[in-house]
């Protein structure tokens, strides 16, 4: 596969960003875009039991016989031990005897490996808490240290369903920090942008109101919306008439306001983390002989979705409003998986350009990569990337890695340069490494650092060094 002419093939079909989605299937397409393969497998199973109208391409049976006569596929799912567990049946049946999957061992850390074909490890799936996802979010958002510990703490106060319930008073002062109300609120506010759209919200208004901004914020009358949904939401619910007078708003435009609250989320944390049985890889990226990358997306489990045509000619003739729905319902399915796979493979793809030097082996560390930018590259919201990537795995050279690995927080060094969290960890251990009989404390790590133009807090050099699980000084001392 010729990688650059693949990008210009997925780029060209991310036309239709997460705004211009039909409201009628916007919830649909963010819970979609937020499943690994082996949850997504299982929804379309499922439709594909339960709703007759819906079909597999054949196209795409065929493409997934000729994947699973690939001796090289097979290779990389048998290479580690695996325990059977049950099969899956009717979509999967003519693969599922080629490979055994299991839920093993926690994927705890990840270590180079120094061969050149891929290996797949076993990986049982943690469910991500809410406030996992929400201060992973955050740690790549928020580059000042005091501000992102406030984060951490305003995070542990939402709630399951994403509303927080802390008072002001309790962050003022924490860690030694002292923060104001208005820095307080204005982390809070940050924090309702991130991916799930809402979480951090106090009231329901206050949730749906930010959803809206941020899946519509080109819409007539968001402001006029916004104000309603704020102020007069059960009105609106009560005496619509009432709404189209006290706004002077168009019968019309508050008919589609209406349309879009009952698809937007009252409860943003509710059922956020889901079961996983084992981990699918989203794609296999590999060494190519000329020492470059290519792709492959893990399209087996996802089989292009179609209409029937007997059904496409019924609905023509038929006034059931049964088979209507059935239509509509899988019309918005095949959209949401369709929106699912090219949002996928343009961050893997973009994924695999910034971080080349290191899926190569060339350096040892990551290259900054922020979600905000490759939102921008991708002209979508920083919570569809949050989103898109939750979960999600990919089979590299160095072993298989979440997709949110990738992303590293920048810092800057006293001359401007950027410099990654992974790269100032590796040098903190490279030189703990070789500190000799004598071993360095934090804050003369700290010190060496910015003699090398990194500044960096003393506290931050401890955090980095517990994260990579070095003990402190006192314990590292030679007898």
Do not use: W
Not at 2 to 26: A, D, F, G, H
Not at 33 to 49: D, M, N, Q, S
Not at 114 to 136: A, C, D, W
């Amino acid at each position: 596969m010729n990688m650059n002419r693949k990008v210009t093939k997925i780029e060209q079909s991310l036309r239709m960003n997460i705004k211009q989605i039909p409201t009628t299937i916007l919830s649909q397409t963010i819970q979609v875009l937020g499943l690994p393969i082996a949850e997504l497998e299982r929804e379309i199973k499922k439709e594909l039991e339960e709703n007759p109208v819906i079909e597999v391409d054949e196209g795409t049976i065929l493409e997934r016989q000729t994947q699973q006569e690939r001796p090289e596929i097979d290779i990389i799912y048998q290479t580690t031990r695996l325990e059977k567990v049950d099969e899956f049946d009717n979509i999967t049946s003519e693969i599922s005897d080629t490979f055994e999957l299991s839920r093993v061992k926690e994927f705890e850390s990840y270590e180079r490996k120094s061969e050149n074909v891929p290996i797949f490890e076993s990986v049982l799936s943690q469910n991500e808490t809410l406030q996992e996802h929400l201060i992973f979010q955050a740690r790549l958002d928020i580059a000042d240290e005091r501000l992102f510990t406030l984060a951490t703490y305003i995070i542990y106060e939402i709630d399951d369903k994403g509303y927080f319930k802390g008072n002001i008073e309790d962050f003022r002062k924490i860690e030694g920090y002292e923060f104001t109300d208005e820095e307080i609120e204005r982390v809070r506010q940050r924090i309702k942008e991130y991916d799930p759209i809402g979480c951090g919200s106090r009231t329901v208004e206050e949730a749906l109101s930010i959803q809206i901004e941020k899946y519509y914020p080109k819409i007539p009358y968001l402001n006029v919306y916004k104000e309603i949904i704020n102020n007069d939401l059960e009105l609106l619910a009560s005496n619509p008439k009432e709404i189209i007078s006290k706004y002077n708003i168009p019968k019309e435009d508050l008919q589609k306001l209406m349309e879009i609250i009952k698809f937007l989320n009252p409860t943003p944390g509710a059922n956020f983390s889901k079961s996983q049985d084992f981990i699918i890889p989203e794609a296999i990226i590999r060494k190519t002989e000329d020492n470059d990358l290519e792709i492959e997306f893990n399209d087996t489990y996802i089989p292009k979705l179609k209409i029937r045509k007997d059904y496409i000619e019924a609905i023509k003739k038929s006034k059931s409003k049964e088979l209507k729905e059935k239509i509509v319902k899988a019309k918005n399915l095949i959209v949401s998986v369709e929106y699912r796979k090219n949002i996928v493979k343009s961050i893997i793809q973009k994924i695999v350009e910034h971080q080349k030097p290191f899926l190569l082996g060339k350096q040892e560390f990551l290259n900054p990569l922020l979600i905000e930018d490759l939102a921008r590259e991708l002209e979508v919201t920083v919570s569809t990337i949050s989103r898109g990537i939750k979960d999600k795995y990919i089979l590299t050279p160095v072993g298989l890695l979440p997709i949110k690995y990738f992303f590293s927080r920048s810092g800057k060094s006293i001359i401007g340069e950027e410099i990654s969290v992974d790269k100032v960890k590796k040098m903190i251990e490279n030189l703990i490494k070789n500190e000799g009989n004598k071993p360095l404390s934090d804050e003369k790590i700290s010190s060496i650092l910015a003699n090398k133009g990194i500044k960096i807090a003393r506290r931050t050099v401890t955090k980095y060094r517990e994260s990579i699980g070095i003990p402190p000084a006192h314990l590292r001392k030679k007898k």
